[in-house]
């Protein structure tokens, strides 16, 4: 469809994109304002007046990576994020090696200047072709649409290989769009002009994209060739799930008859075979001991006991690889990689030793929970079957228990459910969780990717909106609450992210910080054996930030937890964007 040309060859060339990124499959944008991207901007408010996408906006380009890495994590679609040139483009660095990692597809925008621009101090220009190395799946540098024919059939393929790049090997891709003035020009979509253009044939690449600098990372994998591995029931065999891992790790412990090692956002933690308490095990010679045959699901980051196991000797190890770019191999040890895996069933599974090997796991890691359970009273320690009275002594006692890590960790598993999503940070509470969780088949989330403590609240809060948002069928989405969970610095080093801009929907989400005045989790590291005076000012970094004071800054609703009573309430209640405090012991 040929559509009526403006003034500026920078806002046909927008509009022609946009839509077609649009008819590919694209839903949400996140946009971060500037003058170079005005045409991309102005483009996007009119297709959001349309109800043809969902925009949000943010003023800090890192909270933009961040809300858009969230929203795609949900969605499974690419997400696009548009910013205008200069430094804005470096701050979506970390999100986008986040999502590169993690396998997670975005489409980053960024405006800049023509190439005579260039090289000779412009203001807010830099080298922006090449910016994120590697991490990006494709990158493309396009020059300056002049107003020449073919520029919008150019844009709209652009779009197109945009989107399959991203998706089809998930993770992010990069447009560079040089612009030239006028940036922009007044327009006016309909939805029958859009619609119209969305189902034209699609023309051939021309103009602009046969000039265009297309990179290819050389991340995508020949799909074509990707056979499933069949697996023998093996004695000695355990099944792994790191990060990303999902429900067919589970499926195959069971089939195999094997000892499931779930991490918590693995998305396997569940089943029959779930073992909890895996670290104490696979260190144990009565059942790390005795593993021969390791299936390893997703990226493991939460423990030094698995890369441990996977790199003797005696174990061979099999990873299946996922949408990561890197395929996980501790000390390079594994050499065996496949796609996918299926369990050859033509030998029966001998239910007396699946007994006997996963039974034996599953009741160790029991005992270990229940030996280092704190909550324990008076009335505990007698072998009699207690009182009415006693009980009820009892759960009076725990509702006034003041919090530590485990009834924090216990409290937020227990109070989410399916309808529900949760954000675990990359501090110690993660692991608090993974090490005492029950099997719950909820959708948890962490970024694991890189494990950095960035972005966490950008993140939970692109989950919320996506996982509550009506979809593009109309119906209504999920209609829990998104629970984030992450201590004071993960909190503090996001706060910029808690600025909702006004008139966008505000989800229903909650910011559990769990405050122990810096960063405790060195001090379960070496190094605080070993460090000097310096230890606490240059790793555990204290701090004393007032967070219900940013919280009434912000326009977050703020409640303070100091017992378990007062915790499980917050947790249940059905709000707005809300901060809950709970102030632990370092």
């Known amino acids: 469809m040929t559509r009526p040309r403006t003034d500026s060859p920078a806002t046909d060339f927008a509009v022609a994109l946009l839509e077609e990124l649009i008819s590919a499959g694209v839903r949400d944008v996140v946009l971060s304002p500037g003058s170079r991207s005005q045409a991309l901007a102005l483009t996007v408010a009119e297709l959001e007046r349309l109800g043809l996408v969902r925009l ?24 696009v994020i548009i910013t205008t040139s ?33 090289g000779i101090g412009a203001n807010q220009t830099t ?42 090997a998930p993770g992010p891709v990069h447009l560079n769009l040089a612009f030239d003035e006028p940036l ?50 093996e004695p000695g065999t355990i099944v792994i799930a790191g990060t990303g891992a999902g429900a067919s790790a589970e499926q195959v412990a069971r089939d195999l008859g094997a000892p499931l090692v779930a991490e918590v956002a693995s998305g396997a933690h569940f089943g029959p075979n779930l073992v909890v308490a895996y670290r104490p095990l696979l260190g144990d010679p009565q059942f790390g001991g005795r593993v021969r045959r390791v299936i390893v699901f997703g990226h493991p980051t939460l423990s030094r006991e698995v890369p441990a196991i996977i790199q003797r000797p ?19 040890r594994v050499e065996v990689f496949v796609d996918h895996v299926v369990v050859e069933k033509t030998i029966p599974l001998d239910k007396a030793l699946m007994r006997a090997w996963v039974g034996g796991w599953v009741s160790a890691s029991r005992a270990v929970l229940e030996q280092s359970e704190a909550h324990l009273d008076d009335d505990a320690t007698t072998t009699a079957a207690p009182t009415p009275a006693a009980r009820a002594r009892q759960a009076l006692a725990a509702v006034r228990a003041p919090i530590d890590r485990r009834i ?32 719950k088949r909820i ?43 992450l201590g004071d610095l993960a909190f503090l080093h996001d706060a910029g992210a808690l600025l909702l801009a006004p008139g966008e929907v505000r989800p229903r989400i909650q910011l559990i910080v769990g405050n122990d005045g810096g960063g405790t989790i060195f001090d379960g590291l070496e190094v605080a054996r070993s460090a000097g005076t310096g230890f606490d000012r240059v790793l555990l970094t204290p701090q004393n930030a007032p967070i219900e004071q940013l919280a009434l800054a912000y326009g977050w609703a703020y409640l303070r937890a100091d017992t378990q009573g007062a915790l499980d309430q917050s947790l249940t209640a059905a709000v707005g964007p809300t901060i809950v405090e709970v102030v632990l012991e370092r």
Do not use: C, M
Request: no cysteine; aromatic share 2%; glycine share 10%.
């Open 314 to 332: 005696d174990v061979h190890t099999i990873v299946v690889r996922g949408d990561s770019p890197e395929d996980y191999s501790p000390g390079r």
């Open 56 to 79: 949000r906006v943010r003023i800090d380009e890192r909270v933009a990576g961040f809300l858009a890495l969230g929203l795609a994590v949900e969605t499974r679609l690419p997400v």
């Open 443 to 485: 959708r948890v989330h962490a970024n694991r990717g890189l494990a950095g403590i960035d972005g966490t609240i950008a993140t939970g809060l692109g989950i919320a909106l996506a996982s509550q948002a009506s979809g593009a069928d109309g119906k209504p989405g999920a209609s829990g609450t998104t629970r984030v969970l």
């Open 184 to 233: 922009s020009a007044p327009t006016r979509l309909s939805a029958a002009s859009v619609t119209a253009s969305a189902h034209a044939s699609p023309p051939a690449v021309a103009a602009v994209s046969s000039t265009a600098t297309g990179i290819a990372t050389g991340i995508a994998r020949d799909t074509a060739t990707d056979t499933a591995t069949r697996l023998a029931i």
């Open 127 to 168: 080298q922006q072709p090449g910016i994120f190395g590697p991490a990006v799946r494709r990158e493309w540098d396009v020059p300056a649409p002049s107003g020449a024919p073919g520029e919008e059939d150019a844009a709209a393929q652009l779009a197109r290989d945009a989107f399959v790049i991203a998706s089809e």
């Open 86 to 118: 200069g430094t804005a483009v470096a701050n979506l660095h970390p999100a986008v090696l986040e999502a590169h990692h993690s396998g997670v597809p975005i489409i980053v925008i960024s405006a800049d200047r023509p190439d005579r621009l260039r």
């Open 408 to 439: 924090l960790a216990e409290s937020v598993w227990r109070a989410t459910w399916p309808h529900d999503r949760l954000v675990l940070a990359a501090s110690r509470l993660i692991r608090e969780v993974d090490s005492t969780a029950p099997g």
